[in-house]
């Protein structure tokens, strides 16, 4: 297989994305051992920067390190899903009840245009599972840079991608697509009536069922 072509960015970095996406496409499947001579063939560089990038993943939860047994994808259990999805659910409602009480009218336009995609991406009969999710995640993300918080923003991208290790599980229960879209309705509402507690708990109740549904 031809070496990937890697941009200027410092290698480790570029490696560890690659790796990631990999992850999150489940190329590299949750529990699958990393064969570190094979991707570093397959990338044309050595073990080092691969070393450092697989550090840097496990930083994120993403890869678990075991002794004397090298590198695996990591398998996120119940708990491990439980304890994600309740931190997360604590850090973005309390972003929730900010941007109710604080949000600009444009900062609200911009949350209602990507839930605007959200429903174009959720048609019955023509739903798009990847890009209702994608959409999701950018209207969850676009949620928390209103808040400005960048350390509550540092610690929610980092719960996140832990969270798409599961995030295929979730896509697979029937009517998951419908009722998310009908909670993010319920939060855009709240926003839009400037209610903050009203926020904060619509957006308890949306991470609540997600968890329900990525179980």
């Known amino acids: 297989m031809a070496a990937v072509s890697l941009s200027h960015r410092a290698l480790y970095e570029e490696v560890a994305e690659l790796l990631r996406q990999r992850i999150f496409n489940r190329e590299l499947e949750p529990g699958s051992w990393i064969d570190e001579l094979k991707l570093a063939d397959e990338y044309g560089i050595s073990r080092t920067p691969l070393r450092e990038a697989l550090k840097v993943l496990a930083a994120e939860g993403l890869v678990t390190m075991k002794v004397r047994r090298g590198a695996y994808v990591t398998e996120v259990s119940e708990r491990d899903l439980t304890d994600v999805y309740h931190l997360l659910s604590l850090l973005e409602s309390d972003a929730a009840g ?70 295929h599980n979730s896509l697979l229960k029937s009517g998951r697509i419908e009722e998310s879209l009908a909670e993010h309705r319920a939060i855009m509402q709240a926003l839009a009536d400037r209610q903050p507690t009203v926020a904060t708990q619509r957006m308890r109740e949306h991470f609540r069922h997600g968890l329900e549904a990525a179980a």
């Open 98 to 167: 900010v941007v109710a009480a604080r949000a600009t009218p444009e900062q609200l336009t911009s949350l209602q245009a990507l839930h605007a995609e959200l429903e174009a991406a959720a048609v019955p009969g023509n739903v798009d599972r990847e890009q209702f999710f994608s959409i999701n995640e950018r209207f969850h993300m676009r949620l928390l840079e209103i808040a400005d918080n960048r350390w509550r923003d540092q610690m929610v991208a980092d719960l996140r991608k832990v969270m798409k290790l599961n995030r």
